[in-house]
Nanobody, 119 residues
Protein backbone atom coordinates (compact mmCIF):
# COMPACT_ATOMS: atom_id res chain seq x y z
CA UNK A 1 0.00 0.00 0.00
CA UNK A 2 1.25 3.44 -0.94
CA UNK A 3 -0.37 6.41 0.77
CA UNK A 4 -0.32 10.00 -0.44
CA UNK A 5 -1.08 12.89 1.88
CA UNK A 6 -1.67 16.34 0.39
CA UNK A 7 -1.59 19.71 2.10
CA UNK A 8 -1.55 23.40 1.25
CA UNK A 9 -4.93 24.07 -0.31
CA UNK A 10 -7.17 26.94 0.69
CA UNK A 11 -8.85 30.17 -0.34
CA UNK A 12 -6.81 32.79 -2.19
CA UNK A 13 -7.62 35.94 -4.11
CA UNK A 14 -7.06 36.17 -7.87
CA UNK A 15 -3.42 36.87 -8.57
CA UNK A 16 -2.33 35.20 -5.36
CA UNK A 17 -0.15 32.16 -4.74
CA UNK A 18 -0.43 28.81 -3.04
CA UNK A 19 1.96 25.90 -2.59
CA UNK A 20 0.68 22.33 -2.48
CA UNK A 21 2.67 19.46 -1.01
CA UNK A 22 2.18 15.71 -1.29
CA UNK A 23 4.15 13.13 0.66
CA UNK A 24 4.21 9.45 -0.26
CA UNK A 25 4.70 6.71 2.27
CA UNK A 26 4.32 2.95 2.52
CA UNK A 27 5.73 -0.07 0.80
CA UNK A 28 7.41 1.01 -2.42
CA UNK A 29 10.67 0.33 -4.23
CA UNK A 30 10.72 3.45 -6.36
CA UNK A 31 8.44 6.21 -7.56
CA UNK A 32 8.64 6.75 -11.31
CA UNK A 33 6.29 9.67 -11.83
CA UNK A 34 4.51 12.06 -9.48
CA UNK A 35 1.94 14.55 -10.54
CA UNK A 36 -0.94 16.85 -9.80
CA UNK A 37 -4.41 16.61 -11.28
CA UNK A 38 -7.49 18.72 -10.67
CA UNK A 39 -11.22 18.33 -10.92
CA UNK A 40 -13.64 21.24 -11.00
CA UNK A 41 -17.36 20.74 -10.24
CA UNK A 42 -19.10 19.01 -13.11
CA UNK A 43 -15.87 18.40 -15.01
CA UNK A 44 -13.50 15.50 -15.49
CA UNK A 45 -10.22 15.14 -13.65
CA UNK A 46 -7.43 16.62 -15.77
CA UNK A 47 -3.67 16.60 -15.48
CA UNK A 48 -2.04 19.79 -14.22
CA UNK A 49 1.63 18.83 -14.09
CA UNK A 50 3.84 15.76 -13.82
CA UNK A 51 7.47 15.14 -12.95
CA UNK A 52 9.62 12.05 -13.36
CA UNK A 53 12.25 10.77 -10.97
CA UNK A 54 14.84 12.32 -13.28
CA UNK A 55 13.21 15.74 -13.11
CA UNK A 56 11.48 15.89 -16.50
CA UNK A 57 8.31 17.93 -16.28
CA UNK A 58 5.11 18.39 -18.26
CA UNK A 59 2.43 21.01 -17.77
CA UNK A 60 -1.08 21.60 -18.98
CA UNK A 61 -1.16 24.55 -21.38
CA UNK A 62 -3.48 26.44 -19.05
CA UNK A 63 -0.89 26.57 -16.25
CA UNK A 64 2.37 26.97 -18.16
CA UNK A 65 4.35 29.94 -16.89
CA UNK A 66 2.27 30.16 -13.70
CA UNK A 67 2.68 26.79 -11.95
CA UNK A 68 5.91 24.98 -11.11
CA UNK A 69 6.14 21.33 -10.11
CA UNK A 70 9.14 20.08 -8.14
CA UNK A 71 10.12 16.97 -6.31
CA UNK A 72 12.29 15.87 -3.40
CA UNK A 73 13.16 12.25 -4.13
CA UNK A 74 14.78 11.75 -0.73
CA UNK A 75 11.51 12.71 0.97
CA UNK A 76 9.20 11.11 -1.62
CA UNK A 77 7.46 14.46 -1.80
CA UNK A 78 6.13 16.49 -4.72
CA UNK A 79 5.25 20.18 -4.66
CA UNK A 80 3.15 22.46 -6.82
CA UNK A 81 3.89 26.17 -6.62
CA UNK A 82 0.91 28.04 -8.04
CA UNK A 83 1.33 31.72 -8.87
CA UNK A 84 -0.94 34.24 -10.58
CA UNK A 85 -3.95 32.17 -9.65
CA UNK A 86 -7.17 32.66 -11.57
CA UNK A 87 -10.79 31.84 -10.64
CA UNK A 88 -10.71 29.08 -13.26
CA UNK A 89 -7.99 27.34 -11.23
CA UNK A 90 -10.61 26.59 -8.59
CA UNK A 91 -10.84 22.82 -8.19
CA UNK A 92 -10.00 19.88 -5.98
CA UNK A 93 -6.34 19.09 -6.57
CA UNK A 94 -5.22 15.47 -6.40
CA UNK A 95 -1.72 14.08 -6.05
CA UNK A 96 -0.76 10.96 -8.01
CA UNK A 97 2.23 8.66 -7.84
CA UNK A 98 3.20 5.76 -10.09
CA UNK A 99 6.05 3.39 -9.48
CA UNK A 100 7.15 -0.02 -8.35
CA UNK A 101 6.72 -2.04 -5.19
CA UNK A 102 7.69 -5.58 -4.24
CA UNK A 103 4.58 -7.19 -5.75
CA UNK A 104 4.50 -5.08 -8.90
CA UNK A 105 3.56 -1.59 -9.97
CA UNK A 106 1.38 0.90 -8.13
CA UNK A 107 -0.75 3.87 -9.16
CA UNK A 108 -1.93 5.77 -6.07
CA UNK A 109 -4.03 8.89 -5.45
CA UNK A 110 -4.27 11.28 -2.56
CA UNK A 111 -7.54 12.31 -0.96
CA UNK A 112 -7.58 15.72 -2.66
CA UNK A 113 -7.21 19.27 -1.40
CA UNK A 114 -9.55 22.13 -2.26
CA UNK A 115 -8.16 25.23 -3.96
CA UNK A 116 -10.56 28.16 -4.28
CA UNK A 117 -9.60 31.34 -6.11
CA UNK A 118 -12.10 34.08 -5.37
CA UNK A 119 -12.28 37.69 -4.31
Amino acid sequence: QVQLVESGGGLVQPGGSLRLSCAASGSMSSIRTMGWYRQAPGKERDVVATITSGGSTNYADSVKGRFTISRDNAKNTVYLQMNSLKPEDTAVYYCNAKGWQFLGSFDSWGQGTQVTVSS
